[in-house]
């Protein structure tokens, strides 16, 4: 019976309903696709970060990240690659050695990263493979080939072909010394990787720096990083078997995670900002017609309704009109949304700036339930509370005052 | 230069707390800087030197030749074990290179590495190049005297001249008063100490008296620890100049 009441109620002012709802259904729909782009970019952000170098979760030793020292070794790597792979969600593991030397052409010299990889299996998880621009990637039988950044090439004068000379420390601090040939240069399009990256073939690189069997890190990846993300534990648990840690991503890349994480705040922030005025606005309206409709309460009190009765009456006007609103709103967002994540959405010039931050050059919204579910989640809390308001004042109408009170 | 000033004068205070017959009398800080440099490295230096890189997993031993010309310039050459045989260190002014037999070739150390471990030890490849910065980077003022056995020992506090380039917020240096380096703390730039290296043992080496026995320990890794004792040292004698050329690093004569 109240509900009808309610329905009818608002229906009365057509125009005013309806103007609220929009409202309501417009910074539902504008919250809707914006969450759903930032999920999306920042989803999109982070694998393509994540899939250039690190992987979407690694086995280290323990205290490797405080002390990256080759004292610090994963032993008999295979047991672990071999479970981890196992695992669904997780299909790839790339063991890599990784150590710091110096590399010098001719009088030239700089410090890098060299890290040894399985060819094979390092295409499956990096990006560096696929962005060789000159020569080719490491294959499976080479044995003194390198790869490293373009910058990085240039900086020392080399070209592929010639010979890079390296000279590091290994496994408890003996020197380790080779010279390999450049078989291709990489760019990724990021000058900090460009210029501090060399790779070598994995066996070459644990011979040259005392690893012989060992390796300091497994690289995991998937294919989505979701997927990685929920095999943490069961990986928490082999890395405990087997004495080492597993780092997710935002260990990774903590850098991004702090980034991404501030922009969450600070937009959500602006759109939590946007549901208050809206919320404020619609309760301002509500406000104003428990005013008008004095008289209206009075005679229902007079024939006998009791006033918590008309309090829930204007309570469920409000959250009903919210959420028809929402519905509205959320349906629209939800459809323009998914439009977009078919098509991608192209900024221009954007396919020149991407690439520096490891984006692709479109940018793809997607809907999850935190993007469809925070802003009608956030509007309804608002008119819940809010509505106490209205409520309030209906509870204190006298009948005699009440139908006395002018229209 | 008040503050120097104000460090002397809270040495001179803390000195003077100590009973008169302990204090010995104030030197002065320059001069006794200048007297333990020309102690340890003298016009031209030759030393056989063992160095011991300890580890909590590992040890390792290595000998090695140091022979230094001025302040400036210093060819370290390892002669055992094996695997290092031959390696070799040359420091020309602000410039290193090394030489390593099995590529058999001269490399530029890169300016990344400088603050990098040299051949694996608690030294860096900074303490090399930078051996002189502490006279000429730093601000000098006598901190607190001591008595031990039967030398006064000064602390010669060195604090950073404002826009100096370098990676110590402070560093005590304790000198005997004969002019032997006894100790040294390094200060990071919070003022922490980052790593201690103690003298652990004076005696007469090479006609004067010497540290023949140093250990490097980072604060923040107990386990660790570099030493180094000098086995047999000349001093001031002469070395051929082309001693310090990138040729003879290349080509060492016997």
């Not at chain 1, 809707?32 to 690190?54: C, H, N, P, Q, W």
């Not at chain 1, 990986?235 to 004495?243: I, P, Q, Y």
């Not at chain 1, 922009?263 to 606005?281: E, R």
């Not at chain 2, 107990?222 to 070395?239: C, G, K």
Request: contains cysteine; hydrophobic residues 45%; proline residues 6%.
């Amino acid at each position: 019976m109240l509900l009808a009441l309610t329905w009818r109620n608002l229906w009365r002012r057509p125009q005013r309903t309806l103007l609220s709802m929009a409202a309501i259904a417009l910074v539902n729909a504008l919250l809707v696709l914006a969450l759903s782009f930032m999920v999306g970019v920042y989803g999109t952000m982070k694998e393509t970060t994540l899939r250039i170098f690190d992987g979407y979760a690694q086995f280290q030793p323990d205290g490797w990240g405080d002390d990256p020292s080759l004292d610090r070794d994963i032993g008999q790597p295979q047991v672990l690659l071999e479970r981890a792979r196992r695992l669904s969600g997780v299909t790839t593991a790339s063991p890599r050695v990784n150590a710091f030397a110096i590399l010098a052409h001719g009088d030239r010299s700089y410090g890098a990263a060299v890290v040894g990889v399985e060819p094979a299996i390092e295409g499956r998880i990096s990006s560096i493979p696929g962005a060789i621009r000159e020569g080719r990637y490491l294959a499976a039988s080479d044995s003194d080939t390198a790869i490293l950044g373009e910058l990085l090439a240039r900086n020392l004068g080399l070209k592929v072909g010639d010979r890079v000379t390296l000279l590091g420390a290994g496994r408890e601090q003996a020197s380790a010394a080779d010279v390999l040939t450049v078989v291709g240069l990489y760019r990724t399009g990021i000058p900090d990787l460009d210029r501090s990256i060399l790779e070598m073939p994995l066996g070459r690189a644990q011979d040259d720096f005392g690893m012989q069997g060992l390796v300091t890190t497994i690289a995991l990846a998937g294919p989505s990083l979701d997927g990685v993300n929920r095999q943490l534990p069961a990986l928490r648990a082999m890395a405990l078997s087997a004495g080492v840690s597993v780092l997710d991503w935002s260990a990774l890349e903590p850098g991004l995670d702090e980034q991404i994480k501030l922009k969450y705040a600070s937009a959500l922030q602006f759109y939590f900002t946007l549901v208050a005025v809206v919320a404020f606005i619609t309760l301002n309206t509500l406000l104003m017609s428990v005013l008008e409709r004095t008289r209206e309460f009075g005679v229902l009190l007079a024939l006998g309704m009791r006033p918590g009765q008309i309090g829930t009456m204007v309570w469920l006007e409000l959250l009903l009109m919210s959420a028809l609103g929402c519905v509205a709103g959320v349906a629209a967002g939800a459809a323009v949304t998914f439009w977009l994540a078919q098509q991608g959405v192209a900024i221009p010039g954007l396919d020149k700036i991407a690439p520096q931050f490891g984006m692709p050059s479109r940018l793809y919204p997607s809907l999850t339930p935190f993007s469809v579910l925070t802003a009608p989640t956030a509007i309804l809390v608002c008119m819940l509370i809010g509505g106490l308001a209205p409520f309030a004042r209906v509870m204190r109408l006298k009948p005699a005052d009440a139908v006395r009170t002018a229209r | 230069m008040r503050f120097s000033v104000g460090i002397a004068l809270a040495g001179w205070l803390i000195g003077t707390g100590v009973p008169a017959a302990v204090a010995p009398a104030q030197p002065d800080v320059e001069g006794l800087l200048r007297r333990a440099f020309d102690n340890y490295r003298a016009t031209t230096s030759q030393n056989q030197i063992a160095m011991t890189i300890h580890r909590a997993a590992w040890e390792r031993r290595m000998q090695l030749t140091a022979q230094t010309r001025g302040t400036e310039d210093a060819l370290v050459r390892f002669t055992a074990p094996a695997q290092e045989a031959g390696s070799a260190t040359l420091k020309l002014g602000s410039e290193t290179w090394l030489f390593n037999p099995k590529l058999n070739q001269v490399i530029k150390l890169p300016g990344s590495m400088l603050a990098r471990s040299w051949m694996g030890s608690d030294f860096t490849y900074e303490d090399l190049a930078k051996s002189e910065s502490v006279i000429d980077d730093f601000t000098h003022s006598l901190g607190p005297g001591r008595t031990e056995g039967g030398h006064g020992i000064w602390t010669v506090v060195c604090t950073p001249k404002p826009g100096a380039a370098v990676v110590w917020g402070r560093i005590d240096i304790d000198v005997r008063d004969d002019g032997v380096i006894a100790g040294e703390t390094f200060f990071d730039q919070d003022l922490k100490p980052a790593r201690r290296m103690s003298v652990d043992r004076i005696a007469p080496l090479g006609g004067r008296n010497y540290p023949v026995s140093m250990t490097m320990h980072p604060s923040d890794e107990p386990a660790s620890w570099t030493r180094v004792e000098t086995s047999s040292a000349r001093f001031n004698i002469a070395l051929p100049s082309s001693l310090f050329t990138l040729s003879s690093l290349q080509n060492p004569r016997s």
